[in-house]
């Protein structure tokens, strides 16, 4: 009998243009036995630099999308994220220690407008201690008869240090090449991280929270300068750092990312974030979310779902758009 698992997927406006091929795309490809099939939705107002994303829509459109994915029956309910303060403080006393609670309080975003506290607010709403969590954006491939799901389990059951699991990187270069930083391999079956990913994680509720308390950190508020023409960016943030520093020290502005408040504590203890070194299953993250990307995202998870990908996407975790186009056009002509 396969372990109970619960997938949340963390939905926001931003993710409108692809969230109806993703998805399913992730479920489907997954091929598990979910207890729940969950779809949380981020009602608080955009911040960062995801005021800056293509096609955000409306929260109306966002509310009718998922609805679509219910009757769709790709998933089994919908959850609004209770940013209740009581709650808020909650979730973090758990994770971060309640000295640290009291200044994260107004804090639910870190300084790029990601989410921290609703990512905390989904583990620990789950049904089930195995938790599984993708971002919207993610592209993922499983061969048939193969199940990294229940791979991931069993060695997570086996190996203490394990805090969280995901299928590999990137698809397998053919000389096995990897363009990207990758630890040495464990021949128990997995490459060992001290560094998180909120990308997609697969992790026991349980061992998550021995991991706490988290270190807080904070990024400095960011400089008005950010939101200039690039001509002159560079011109005015060396002009506004010469007048910060003459005000005394920067004024804390926003916390960190989670990743990397985890990350510090991951650095400071045996545990790791593995991920599965077998090739049969993996994914890929877009970097570019623009027009290009979205009107070949079909096609792209045409081919992801048949195991097929270019040359040049081999031992890359992210995205080579050119040479996805590159192929679909290939693929077409040879369809004529």
């Not at 489907?28 to 995801?50: M, S």
């Not at 979730?91 to 300084?111: C, I, P, R, S």
Request: proline share 7%; with cysteine; hydrophobic share 40%.
């Amino acid at each position: 009998m396969k372990a109970p698992v619960s997938i949340w997927i963390l939905v926001a406006r931003t993710d409108l243009p692809y969230m109806l091929q993703t998805i399913p795309n992730l479920i489907k490809t997954c091929n598990y036995p979910f207890v729940e099939r969950v779809l949380a939705v981020d009602t608080a107002p955009l911040t960062g630099d995801k005021l800056l994303r293509y096609a955000t829509g409306t929260q109306e459109e966002l509310k009718i999308a998922c609805q679509k994915l219910v009757d769709a029956k790709v998933i089994d309910r919908i959850v609004e994220i209770d940013y209740e303060p009581a709650k808020v403080k909650k979730v973090y006393q758990k994770y971060f220690g309640t000295e640290q609670a009291k200044q994260m309080l107004n804090h639910t975003h870190n300084w790029k407008g990601s989410t921290v506290y609703a990512s905390l607010y989904c583990i620990e709403e789950a049904a089930t201690d195995y938790y599984l969590h993708f971002d919207t954006d993610m592209l993922l491939h499983q061969e048939e008869g193969y199940d990294w799901i229940c791979e991931a389990i069993e060695l997570m059951k086996s190996i203490p240090s394990i805090v969280a699991m995901r299928p590999l990187c990137g698809p397998p270069h053919p000389e096995g090449k990897v363009f990207y930083n990758r630890p040495k391999l464990d021949p128990r079956g997995f490459y060992g991280h001290n560094f998180f990913s909120m990308r997609a994680y697969l992790v026991s509720r349980q061992r998550f929270s021995e991991v706490t308390p988290i270190p807080l950190m904070w990024r400095w508020r960011p400089l008005l300068s950010r939101k200039l023409p690039s001509p002159w960016r560079s011109l005015f943030a060396k002009v506004e750092r010469k007048l910060r520093s003459q005000g005394g020290p920067p004024v804390q502005g926003a916390i960190e990312s989670f990743e990397i408040m985890l990350n510090k504590k991951l650095e400071a203890t045996d545990y790791v974030r593995a991920d599965l070194s077998s090739t049969k299953a993996w994914t890929i993250h877009p970097p570019d979310h623009g027009p290009e990307f979205v009107r070949a995202l079909p096609k792209i998870l045409t081919l992801i779902e048949q195991g097929k990908y270019p040359l040049a996407q081999g031992g890359y975790y992210d995205l080579v758009l050119k040479e996805w186009l590159d192929l679909i056009s290939i693929s077409e002509a040879s369809q004529k």
